[in-house]
């Protein structure tokens, strides 16, 4: 294993790391033996006891932490790693079989020392099972500026003839304080993803999962906060996430009168995994993170670790660009004069990318053929792609196109060729969904051929983004002719593949940048985060629908990766209203231009204008979400620069007719904002109101934080955008 050192080192490594602790995030400590790992605001106490068993003894805050050695963790013998073994008290991380068929595990402490993981102290620890030849590496990586801590393990086959059989290998635990708690999570489907969802944790397991390789159910992150505590900017909080796409569970156990446990990890249902002599199984990441800065404070750590860590390096600190994606003004009817029709105003408005979506591709005239068949159409596009992309080019926009690699129509050569490169089994169905059957990635040929397919188009065509898209279930996952070991590996497998190849192309095509969608936001996780740069967060484009999705989505995901675009679906609304919506995100635009007048455009050139001025605030601030359209007939989110130095504002009223009808809509109608400098002179500036109007009078910080703005949106369907200055 590389970057561990060899135990005989283990004495002299502790000393320096020890010397090293006093400006470190991870300590040692000799009484009780073990370490505190500490971020910003949370410590995190491990102990060994005098039999070897390694327990979390502690995760919260570091105050509370300083007065408390022994919590409930170590009381409910819930271990760092917890196995099947012993009694099931506990969410186990991991199952397995060995070759005479004993089915527990018994872990030992064998060693540990603090590395150096791509820039962060990790711990290490490694644990051996008392009998058989089973090593358990379990990995901390300490990311204190975000409160957050990467936990993964390894699980090793040291033996040198028999497998290990695993049922099940999660990717980390945790243990909270003893108290109630209110479970905080997303859930959704198609057209509605990322709605909150809010409900006390009672004893018992509640589990979150994917299943078939989506995430519309439940984005998989999660909130735990101690009952009572509402303060959406302050208070304490435990949240998480994987680092995994596919299938991923997260399970939330809690026994009357203990502290709740929480497990994540990949979703072993009906997959299995033989470990070898000498193999090694490295889960994915678990993130787990402690706040005491309430809801907004859980959201702006998670997402300012996704925009900082997670997302490629490449693109990471680059603003996103205008899009235009033609999609919604075609759909399948994709032809090359049209296209540069919807270009050329794309150009007149300000546009920066623009992007033909489905339907480029041969023999694609409807969502029943052509997927598999990744060349050009050529009665669509006579003479190519390059014509078109050199056109969009000289108007200074780039190119970028739509691809759905995992996907194959029955209509389509690849299958007529390949029957056998699907999911299927034997004397089964093989279900379509919107046409389609599931390409099974973890094969080599299938690989092998799509990975040549998007290396041909982008090495051919001036493409500088790709969409890509997935957009069905996963069903009768079979793989007949893999050796049986092989075949309850198979999602695991394609999910590697598919990383592989995404990362491939990215290795080779490194200025493109790519997009995650499935269906709209059904494959959000932080897996694909890792290596796309944006997502399209829903197929619903309405603008009042989408500041709920928003919303939602804001919980975790940082806004440079929220891509929104206008449609000419504006209910009840206005254009300028649709703006305003979607340029709280990564603005695009999807409607069908070749309708539009002097008027629209005139509208669309200014927002879009305004928002080029505003984009680094957004893409690149603080987000607060002010009022909630969960909780409010309104909704309002701020953006706040690293320095405090500028604001801007979103207020949105989505029903004012029904407010004035209830209680609750006839209070206060101040919006406090947050993030400002307290002392510091605030200059307003209410976009888009003449200029005899615009408030002479500056404010502070603290005024602004405590008696607030006036909030002047007092219509229904009706939006402004603040923006601030300090002066
Ligand atoms: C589903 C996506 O979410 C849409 O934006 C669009 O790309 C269609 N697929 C195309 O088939």
Not at 266 to 280: C, K, M, R, V, Y
């Amino acid at each position: 294993m590389k970057n561990l050192i060899p135990l005989f080192l283990a004495a002299s490594i502790s000393f320096a790391a020890s010397a090293l602790a006093q400006n470190s995030c991870i300590r040692e400590t000799s009484n009780p033996k073990g370490w505190i790992m500490e971020t910003k605001s949370s410590s995190y106490r491990l102990v060994i006891d005098g039999n070897g068993n390694v327990f979390p003894a502690f995760y919260g805050s570091r105050a509370e932490a300083s007065a408390t050695k022994r919590n409930d963790a170590w009381q409910q013998a819930i271990h760092e790693v917890p196995v099947r073994g012993a009694y099931p008290n506990k969410i186990p991380m991991l199952e397995v079989v060995f070759a005479d068929n004993v089915r527990d595990i018994d872990l030992q402490y064998s060693g540990a020392e603090i590395i150096d993981k791509d820039g962060r102290q990790t711990l290490v620890i490694r644990q051996k099972d008392r009998y058989y030849p089973l090593q358990v590496t379990s990995y901390m990586r300490i990311l204190p500026e975000y409160d957050i801590i990467e936990k993964w393990i390894e699980v090793t086959n040291t033996g040198a003839t028999d497998k290990i059989y695993i049922e099940n290998l999660q990717s980390g635990s945790i243990v909270l304080p003893r108290n109630a708690y209110q479970l905080t999570h997303l859930a959704g489907s198609w057209g509605n993803e990322f709605q909150v969802q809010r409900a006390a944790l009672t004893p018992g397991i509640k589990t979150l999962e994917a299943r078939d390789f989506k995430s519309f159910e439940t984005p998989g992150w999660f909130l735990l906060r101690p009952e009572g505590q509402t303060d959406k900017f302050s208070g304490a909080g435990w949240f998480g996430m994987m680092q995994y796409s596919g299938n991923w569970r997260m399970d939330f156990g809690l026994r009357y009168g203990t502290g709740p446990q929480v497990v994540s990890g990949i979703n072993f249902w009906d997959s299995a995994w033989h470990l070898g002599p000498g193999e090694t199984f490295t889960s994915p990441k678990f993130i787990a993170g402690y706040t005491e800065g309430g809801d907004e404070g859980a959201a702006q750590s998670m997402s300012a670790y996704v925009r900082k860590e997670v997302l490629p390096k490449s693109h990471s600190g680059k603003l996103r660009p205008v899009l235009y994606n033609s999609w919604y003004a075609t759909e399948f009817n994709v032809r090359a004069e049209h296209q540069l029709e919807l270009a050329k105003v794309a150009r007149e408005i300000g546009v920066e990318l623009f992007v033909i979506d489905d339907g480029w591709f041969k023999g694609r005239n409807n969502s029943r053929a052509g997927l598999g068949d990744w060349t050009v159409d050529a009665k669509k596009f006579p003479d190519g792609l390059t014509p078109l992309i050199k056109q969009v080019n000289e108007w200074g926009m780039d190119f970028g196109i739509w691809i759905e690699p995992e996907m194959i129509n029955p209509n389509s050569d690849l299958y007529r060729e390949h029957p056998d490169w699907v999911f299927h089994f034997p004397n089964r169905t093989r279900r379509e969904s919107r046409n389609q059957l599931m390409l099974n990635l973890a094969r080599e040929d299938v690989y092998q051929y799509l990975l040549k397919c998007y290396s041909d188009l982008l090495a051919t065509n001036n493409i500088k983004f790709i969409k890509w898209d997935h957009n069905r279930t996963l069903s009768e996952p079979g793989w007949p002719d893999a050796p049986v070991e092989k075949q309850k590996e198979v999602r695991i497998r394609y999910i590697a593949n598919l990383y592989r190849l995404i990362d491939e192309l990215r290795g080779r095509f490194p200025d493109v940048w790519f997009e995650d969608c499935s269906s709209g936001g059904g494959r959000p996780d932080l897996g694909m985060l890792t290596r796309m740069d944006q997502v399209w967060v829903s197929d619903n484009t309405k603008p009042k629908d989408r500041l709920y999705i928003q919303h939602g989505f804001l919980s975790a995901w940082p806004a440079n990766t929220m891509v929104a675009w206008t449609t000419d679906w504006i209910q009840n609304t206005s254009l300028e209203f649709t703006f305003d919506v979607m340029m709280s995100g990564v603005l695009g635009v999807g409607n069908d231009l070749s309708k539009w007048g002097d008027k629209e455009k005139a509208v669309a050139k200014e927002k879009i204008g305004l928002y080029k001025a505003i984009r680094p605030l957004v893409q690149q601030g603080t987000a607060y979400r002010l009022v909630s359209p969960f909780e409010d007939f309104r909704a309002a989110v701020e953006y706040v620069s690293v320095d405090a130095s500028e604001a801007v504002v979103f207020c949105y009223n989505l029903a004012d007719d029904l407010a004035k009808n209830r209680l609750e809509g006839r209070g206060d109608l101040k919006l406090r904002l947050q993030g400002l400098d307290d002392g510091a002179l605030y200059k307003i500036e209410f976009c888009g109101m003449a200029a005899d109007k615009q408030p002479k009078e500056t404010c502070t910080g603290k005024f602004l934080k405590e008696i607030g703005l006036r909030w002047t949106v007092l219509e229904t369907g009706k939006s402004q955008i603040i923006r601030l200055k300090k002066q």
